[in-house]
């Protein structure tokens, strides 16, 4: 199955940046603490966003009638670090509307990912994420006899991003995740490529 292997990929991919970014830690400075922080903790929420883009529907058209796979995704978030390396969002997002045989393919859903980042300046960084998401689609009725109705439930979610800091608050944020979602009677993926603005609390 092919999500098994792109998520070996991911875990391959975040095994090799987490190695880079411990070693160039440890040669930036040998002063600076890393002190782990969790959610409950004061220090620990320090972002919050939104941004907008477009996503697309992987599943599929019908043999017959319309189709229209891509529309414009949004998505608001805050998150914060357990260290210097790593953090938290949690996000929610709309994956938007989509035509499928002359009925409506739309949905929404809860966006948790860990993030693995890498600074490269002030307020500045790439990062990737591995977490999972908890979908709500609806199918309506539509002219090609693809299945209709309400379905939700996990599932995993995977990207990369990047920042570039405009002040030390304030950041433009570009982001490419992969949301793989429940529909009625199949699982498939929604992808969504996004810029947003990004502001810090610290």
């Given at each position: 199955m092919h999500y098994r292997t792109?998520?070996?990929?991911?875990?391959?991919?975040?095994?090799?940046?987490?190695?880079?970014?411990?070693?160039?830690?440890?040669?930036?400075?040998?002063?600076?603490?890393d002190t782990w922080r969790m959610p409950y903790q004061s220090g620990f929420w320090g972002h919050a966003g939104a941004s907008v883009g477009q996503s697309k529907l992987q599943l599929g058209c019908p043999p017959s009638g319309?189709?229209?796979?891509?529309d414009t995704s949004f998505r608001i978030f805050a998150g914060g670090k357990f260290n210097n390396a790593f953090g938290l969002e949690l996000g929610l997002v709309d994956y938007g509307t989509f035509d499928?045989?002359?009925g409506e393919t739309k949905g929404r859903g809860l966006?948790?990912?860990?993030?693995?980042?890498?600074?490269?300046?002030?307020?500045?960084?790439?990062f990737a994420k591995a977490g999972v998401n908890?979908?709500?689609?609806?199918?309506?009725?539509?002219?090609?006899?693809?299945?209709?109705?309400?379905?939700?439930?996990?599932?995993?979610?995977?990207?990369?991003?990047?920042?570039?800091?405009?002040?030390?608050?304030?950041?433009?944020?570009?982001?490419?995740?992969?949301?793989?979602?429940?529909?009625?009677?199949?699982?498939?993926?929604?992808?969504?490529?996004?810029i947003g603005a990004q502001y810090s609390f610290r």
């Open positions: 792109l998520t070996a990929t991911v875990v391959g991919a975040l095994g090799l940046a987490m190695s880079g970014i411990a070693s160039a830690q440890s040669t930036t400075s040998s002063t600076t603490p319309s189709c229209d796979d891509k499928r045989g002359g966006d948790i990912p860990l993030i693995l980042g890498f600074p490269i300046g002030a307020n500045s960084s790439v908890y979908s709500q689609m609806e199918v309506s009725e539509n002219s090609t006899g693809v299945a209709t109705g309400k379905e939700s439930g996990w599932g995993p979610r995977y990207g990369v991003g990047a920042q570039i800091g405009l002040t030390p608050q304030w950041a433009i944020r570009a982001d490419w995740d992969r949301y793989h979602v429940r529909f009625p009677g199949t699982k498939d993926d929604v992808d969504t490529l996004a």
